[in-house]
């Protein structure tokens, strides 16, 4: 058939209605008309006609019609490329009388030019994207004789145009969602095409709002989190303690859906795409508007997450209450999505973080503190995501937590507003769900960054009353402990805070006694050692608390080094081989830490605090540390890992330069070196320890 009578044909079609089978047949049939016209003029009018004929646009299927509209100029322009090719292979077997021309007997840059013609008046400004954007792709992919810089160049001048055209457009009038969809579509595909020179002429003030819109609130992105919503409808308890969430469910074929969407299945590009367009905008009030947006739709994700029964299950009790159908199918893909709203929001405000500290107006006073607490919401809303991953493992989070804290920093007053509104909901109770448990967890992470600068009633009456309930022995799964941990951390903070200084001599023999009873049942050996440390640095000179009590440390000191003279019950085999005795000092790798017994755990806590005491009391504390070790540790590679820590100690740059003086002193000239290796010097070979420390026998021993 000729092509005008094809092209007649196919014009009749468009004017009707059909299936969407049917329709996607038609716009495959355009694709093929489209290089065969001999006419540009025709070429405009089928371009035309696709964006305005009922076929097409009377029903659209959302985003997935623009997406057909767009693969069919897309589909049109590799046609043209093999067209292209083909005569250029016969123009140079033979002798052509001029340049090559396509199949239609219309050069490129015309047929190009007729297409770009075609988006005109007669059809809304939003749909000249996608021919326009169909081109450019298709001659950017696997297109070596349509890719000429001329070519190109008028492409992207005609998308920013019609961009800004659509953009105006869409501002003017209520025209719906699509709109705001296809333009983000288009551009989510093309924005790599695009020169930075020509990107700084689109109006970014506008695109924006309509890109954030469209990837978290729209139906074609995370929809707000109201998917959550129609999931926990499928979720059935299944038996007495386990739930099911069947792979035919409704909520699980919707996902799978959604999972595949363009938008959803290319949110990482198009993450990017917003993040460039926040960095180029201007007006800060529209830089605060946007971080606004993502705390919104946080905190409504939060909100539908908790209405959610899965949400109900700790991550560490899955397996012990999902069936192996949710556990291995259906709930994997759920955290899928939810990683990547999360890992999207994340990125995003990284570049909102970045402009915050860069550019002068959005540093200053009205602007910084209110952009550092939105995003610090944003995080905690989302926290119960990220803290599967480990908040510390994607480097993004790290700068965009650690960004917003310094900035709040500088600002007492509204870093103590934002704890405030944030605090636990019951601040001395441990609450059973797991997302309270996430939130608690994110309060204890900043609040420990904000205690310098924060008064002492503060400290005590925010931050140490929500730590407190967790610094007590409870069960021990993997979050709880991590939780823990993060308590322990805050009231060291708190209790290191100069100005805290009267409440660390009030609190700091309650918080002594649930160190000890903590450990080793819920505490572990690294996180004790690090929290004794800390408390023997703050009890020491030239710490202010050690002019008030000067004794505060020995005491200290004293108390541990009781507990490991004191019998107790054996503990548990320890996994790490013995090893035979040397003279020499050991130079195995560290062990891992929570392998040693708790005893050789107690010993080399006293070890550690030795850079920190004062030089008054550093030699006795030398000799006692060295007597404690032999005569309290009896497996020799334990022994071992403790001499080892010893001479680090002396030898490494831990103690400052009095103190290390000092102990060079005493391993050289005063027997350190022999009561260290061999457990020979100030009490002899045959003397005891009592119960008490001191040195039972009549051999030689030091002053002490």
């Keep these: 058939m000729p092509a005008d009578q094809l092209l007649a044909t196919l014009l009749r079609a468009l004017h009707h209605t059909y299936a969407p089978e049917e329709t996607s047949r038609l ?6 008309v489209l290089v065969i016209l001999t006419n540009p003029l025709n070429v405009t009018l089928l371009t035309s006609h696709l964006l305005t004929a ?64 075609g988006a005109d008046a007669r059809s809304p400004r939003w749909r000249h994207l996608l021919p326009i954007g169909g081109l450019l792709l ?94 926990d409808a499928d979720v059935v308890q299944s038996g007495r303690s386990q739930f099911t969430w069947p792979a035919k469910s409704p909520s699980y074929l919707q996902l799978e859906k959604m999972a595949s969407s363009p938008l959803m299945s290319s949110m990482g590009p198009l993450s990017r795409l917003i993040g460039n367009c926040l960095e180029a905008v201007h007006d800060p009030a529209l830089v605060y508007s946007s971080v606004q947006q993502l705390a ?7 909100t539908q997450w908790r209405q959610n029964k899965l949400s109900e299950i700790d991550v560490s009790e899955e397996t012990t209450f999902l069936d192996t159908e949710a556990f291995q199918a259906t709930v994997p893909l759920l955290w899928k999505i939810l990683q990547n709203a999360m890992f999207a929001a994340v990125n995003i405000l990284k570049t909102g973080m970045s402009r915050t500290v860069a550019v002068s107006s959005l540093a200053a006073d009205n602007y910084a503190p209110f952009l550092a607490m939105e995003t610090l919401h944003t995080l905690r809303h989302l926290f119960f995501i990220s803290s599967r991953l480990g908040p510390n493992s994607f480097s993004s989070h790290v700068f965009v937590f650690l960004t917003a804290i310094d900035i709040l920093s500088h600002y007492p007053e509204h870093a103590q507003s934002f704890l405030t509104n944030i605090r636990p909901r019951q601040p001395n109770t441990i609450l059973t769900h797991p997302l309270d448990r996430s939130m608690d967890h994110f309060f204890l992470n900043t609040a420990e960054h904000f205690t310098l600068i924060l008064p002492p009633t ?8 929500a730590a407190i309930p967790y610094l007590k022995p409870i069960e021990t799964t993997p979050n709880m402990t991590m939780i823990l941990e993060a308590a322990h951390s805050v009231m060291l903070a708190v209790l290191s805070a100069p100005q805290n200084m009267e409440l660390t001599a009030r609190t700091l023999p309650f918080y002594l006694d649930i160190l000890l009873e903590s450990f080793p049942q819920t505490l572990s050996a690294r996180q004790f050692r690090l929290a004794f440390k800390t408390l023997i640095r703050l009890s020491s000179p030239p710490s202010p608390l050690s002019i008030a009590h000067p ?108 103190r290390a003086q000092m102990g060079v002193a005493w391993w050289a000239g005063k027997g350190g070196r022999e009561m260290v290796l061999f457990g020979q010097g100030a009490g002899g070979d045959g003397d005891e320890i009592d119960g008490d420390g001191g040195v039972m026998g009549d051999g030689a021993r030091s002053k002490l």
């Design 27 to 32: 716009l495959s049939t355009a694709a093929s």
């Design 54 to 117: 009922p076929a097409i646009w009377s029903r659209p299927d959302g985003l997935s019609t623009c997406l057909r509209v767009l693969q069919t100029f897309h589909s049109a322009t590799r046609l043209l490329e093999q067209q292209q090719q083909q005569q250029q292979e016969q123009g140079r077997s033979g002798t052509p009388s001029q340049a090559p021309r396509i199949g239609g007997g219309i050069p490129a840059e015309e047929w190009i030019q007729a297409v770009i013609k």
């Design 138 to 231: 298709g001659i950017e992919t696997n297109s070596d004789h349509l890719s000429t810089p001329g070519i190109k160049r008028d492409l992207v001048n005609a998308l920013v145009e019609a961009t800004n055209l659509a953009l105006q457009e869409n501002k003017d009038k209520d025209t719906g969602d699509l709109p705001g969809h296809c333009i983000t579509s288009v551009w989510n595909y093309t924005f790599e095409l695009v020169p930075e020179a020509r990107w700084s002429y689109i109006d970014q003030n506008a695109l924006l709002p309509v890109l954030i819109d469209t990837a978290f609130f729209s139906s074609e992105g995370f929809h707000s989190g109201y998917f959550l919503g129609l999931v």
């Design 296 to 302: 919104l739709f946080a905190r409504s994700l939060a």
């Design 458 to 465: 503060a400290n005590e009456e925010l931050i140490m009353a």
């Design 551 to 658: 004794d505060k440390a020995s005491t200290l000191l004293e108390i541990l080094r009781h507990r490991v003279l004191t019998p107790s019950s054996p503990p548990p085999p320890s996994t790490i081989a013995s090893t035979s005795p040397s003279p020499a000092i050991p130079t195995s790798p560290a062990p891992n830490e929570d392998a040693l017994p708790p005893r050789a755990t107690l010993v080399l806590t006293i070890i550690d605090s030795l850079p920190y005491i004062s030089p008054l009391i550093l030699e006795e504390w030398l000799y006692l540390t060295a007597e404690l070790m032999h005569h309290a540790l009896e497996d020799e590679y334990v022994l071992g890992v403790c001499t080892d820590r010893f001479w680090n100690v002396l030898s490494g740059r831990e103690m400052d330069v009095e």
